[in-house]
Nanobody
Framework: VQLVESGGGMVQPGGSLRLSCAAS????????MSWVRQAPGKGPEWVSD????????YYADSVKGRFTISRDNAKNTLYLQMNSLKPEDTALYYC???????????????????WGQGTQVTVSS
C-alpha cells in the first residue's frame, strides 16, 4: 500500500497550487480519501474528503470556497486544487485513505488505513 503526494511548493499569497496523491497497492476506488494538513507546532487539521465515487465532497470551513478536492479512479489519483492561498495554509499536506465507517473529519491515525509522506506547501511573500 502506498500513497505518494506531490505538487507542493512555495507560492505567494493569493496564488494557486494543485496537489496530487498517487495511490497503489489497494482498491483506491473503494475508499473515502482525505487531505489532512499539519502546520509547524500545531496538531493535524482535517482539510477535505471525497467519497469513493467522487460525487460527494466535504471541506473544512477554513478552506471552503478556495480548495477543490477531486479524484480520478481510473488513474488511482487524488487531487487538491488550492486557490487564493493564504499564509495560514502553510503546512505539510498529507493524503490518507479512510477506514470504512469512521467520521470523515477525523485526524486520528487509527482511523486511516494508510498515509502518504506529505508534501510541503508554503505561502509567503
Amino acid at each position: 500500500v502506498q500513497l505518494v503526494e506531490s505538487g507542493g511548493g512555495m507560492v505567494q499569497p493569493g496564488g494557486s497550487l494543485r496537489l496530487s496523491c498517487a495511490a497503489s497497492g489497494f482498491t483506491f476506488s473503494s475508499y473515502h480519501m482525505s487531505w489532512v494538513r499539519q502546520a509547524p507546532g500545531k496538531g493535524p487539521e482535517w482539510v477535505s474528503d471525497i467519497n469513493p465515487g467522487g460525487g460527494s465532497t466535504y471541506y473544512a470551513d477554513s478552506v471552503k470556497g478556495r480548495f477543490t478536492i477531486s479524484r480520478d479512479n481510473a488513474k488511482n489519483t487524488l487531487y487538491l486544487q488550492m486557490n487564493s492561498l493564504k499564509p495560514e495554509d502553510t503546512a505539510l499536506y498529507y493524503c490518507a485513505s479512510l477506514k470504512p465507517g469512521v467520521l470523515i473529519t477525523t485526524t486520528d491515525l487509527k482511523d486511516f488505513d494508510s498515509w502518504g509522506q506529505g508534501t510541503q506547501v508554503t505561502v509567503s511573500s
